[in-house]
């Protein structure tokens, strides 16, 4: 990658900036005209989210001004600004509370939800089991999952659900690399309780406060609530009931390890929350890239064919080891291009200010709003020219730069994605084992799928794509 890596320790990133106030206290950047209220823009925003966030970067800039009463919110799209916001302000900043709230009422309090000194304690006791070798570790079990699901996909399918397929196959990974077991009976209904929470989360937001989850409108969201409860909290209570010196090396053992040491700062329900978020977070982002790597190979056949001869000459027919995952680069670069064009969590990057900060020259007060849309970001045609085209060889060595910040599918600072090394390793390993076995096309007819916004970003409708095992 040869944009920004954040550094590998979170908690030393940048320190403040001393970048000087060029205009005066009180003014802010430019940015559409509200009216009254500025509701108008939450009301564009539900319709078109993306569509009306190009449009205002397109006449003001990179820092666009959103009076919406009583927020006003700053979109950020500079990627020298976004990185100064998010390094050098990090400690300036918590995420904002709505999508907190929203996300708080499946993943409780874990270090997605939490921030301060909290966030600081479990980011840290977690760091360790995402950390590049602990990831090379896993690669087997990553490597065995794969195996189990290809067994069982066919031959043959000329509508085979890839997105619903790679969902499980995620779900598998992470229930693994969390509780030493792959997915069971009681998986499959997670993932439709995944889906259901995420349409509902994602519309929610819009919202200023959620309806009580007993309205008898919510019982659908009441049951997926359940079905995850049910599956996370039955693997906590199992390990609970067996015998500590049989507990597997896995995420959950060493969670529980903190709650034995010190159970008043990990009672089991901090426990259950970060199960919770590492289930979610670990399969739903992977599984959209997946879907989307797998539309852009079947769609793109000379990359396919091109990823595919580079998997068979550095493999040879075996399954890919840790030690062979720098060797897959061609491959890597169809990885990072998808997560370009379809950044899995597109618009999720939130902030408020908790005191005045300084961005870009303007002296913004506290309480002020920021919005991070990657999506918006990683199609700048000033770094990605032909920015809605497939071309995995815009990261090769010797392409031109693309600046630092301009490409962050995991967000940069301290608050980067804990699980960046193990998304990249699975997706690596799962993409490989694919094109060892399959050659995926577009079926025909089939129009390119239209993204929607389900807190992931996602094909409107669940996607089928043609599916040939390798002769
Ligand atoms: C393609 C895969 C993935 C993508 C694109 C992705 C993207 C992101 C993004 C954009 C953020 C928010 C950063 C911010 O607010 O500044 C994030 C946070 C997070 N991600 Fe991922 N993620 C992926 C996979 C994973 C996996 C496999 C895990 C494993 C458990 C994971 C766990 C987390 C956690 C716990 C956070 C919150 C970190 C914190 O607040 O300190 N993610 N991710």
Redesign the pocket.
């Known amino acids: 990658m040869k944009t920004t890596t954040p550094p590998s320790c979170?908690f030393h990133a940048g320190a403040a900036s001393s970048a000087p106030a060029s205009h005066p206290p009180g003014t802010w950047p430019p940015g559409p005209p509200s009216g009254l209220t500025g509701w108008r823009f939450l009301r564009a925003m539900s319709r078109d989210l993306l569509g009306a966030l190009s449009g205002w970067r397109d006449a003001y800039g990179g820092m666009v001004h959103l009076r919406i009463w009583p927020e006003h919110q700053i979109v950020v799209t500079d990627p020298e600004r976004v990185r100064e916001l998010?390094v050098d302000h990090h400690d300036a900043l918590v995420?904002w509370e709505r999508a907190v709230d929203v996300f708080a009422q499946v993943h409780g309090h874990?270090?997605?939800?939490?921030e301060g000194a909290a966030?600081r304690t479990?980011?840290h006791a977690?760091q360790r089991a995402?950390t590049p070798k602990a990831v090379q570790a896993f690669a087997p079990a990553i490597a065995a999952a794969a195996d189990a699901a290809y067994a069982r996909w066919p031959q043959a399918d000329g509508a085979w659900p890839i997105e619903s397929a790679f969902t499980s196959l995620g779900m598998d990974v992470?229930m693994r690399?969390t509780f030493s077991c792959g997915a069971t009976a009681d998986t499959r209904e997670a993932e439709w309780a995944v889906h259901q929470l995420s349409v509902e989360g994602a519309a929610e937001m819009y919202w200023p406060k959620s309806w009580p989850d007993w309205m008898p409108w919510k019982a659908k969201k009441r049951r997926a609530l359940a079905t995850l409860d049910r599956l996370i909290d039955g693997h906590v209570r199992a390990r609970m009931a067996s015998p500590q010196a049989e507990w597997p090396q896995d995420l959950l053992t060493r969670l529980l390890a903190l709650h034995v040491e010190d159970p008043a700062t990990w009672p089991l329900k901090a426990v259950r929350d970060e199960c919770m978020?590492?289930?979610l977070?670990?399969?739903e982002?992977?599984a959209?890239?997946l879907t989307w790597w797998s539309w852009c190979m079947a769609a793109n056949p000379s990359a396919q064919a091109a990823a595919r001869a580079e998997v068979d000459a550095v493999l040879q027919g075996r399954r890919p080891t840790a030690a062979d995952l720098p060797a897959l680069a061609y491959l890597g670069r169809t990885l990072q291009e998808t997560?370009r064009l379809h950044?899995?969590?597109p618009v999720?990057?939130?902030?408020r200010s908790v005191r005045p900060i300084t961005l870009g020259g303007w002296q913004l007060p506290a309480r002020t709003m920021f919005g991070?849309p990657?999506h918006l970001m990683h199609h700048d045609a000033r770094w990605f020219p032909e920015p809605d085209a497939f071309r995995p060889e815009r990261f090769a060595p010797g392409a031109p730069a693309i600046p630092r910040g301009a490409f962050?599918?995991?967000?940069?600072?301290?608050?980067?994605?804990?699980?960046?090394h193990?998304?990249?390793a699975?997706?690596t390993v799962l993409a490989a084992m694919f094109l060892q076995r399959y050659q995926v096309d577009v079926p025909a007819g089939m129009a390119p799928p239209k993204p929607v916004f389900n807190i992931t970003l996602r094909p409107e409708t669940p996607l089928t794509l043609r599916l040939a095992a390798r002769t």
């Open positions: 979170p998010l995420r874990s270090t997605l939800t939490s966030w479990k980011r977690l995402f992470i690399m978020s590492a289930f977070a670990g399969h982002t992977t959209a890239t997560l950044p899995a969590a999720l990057i939130t902030r991070i990657l962050m599918p995991f967000g940069t600072g301290p608050r980067v994605c804990l699980g960046q193990l998304a990249l699975e997706m």
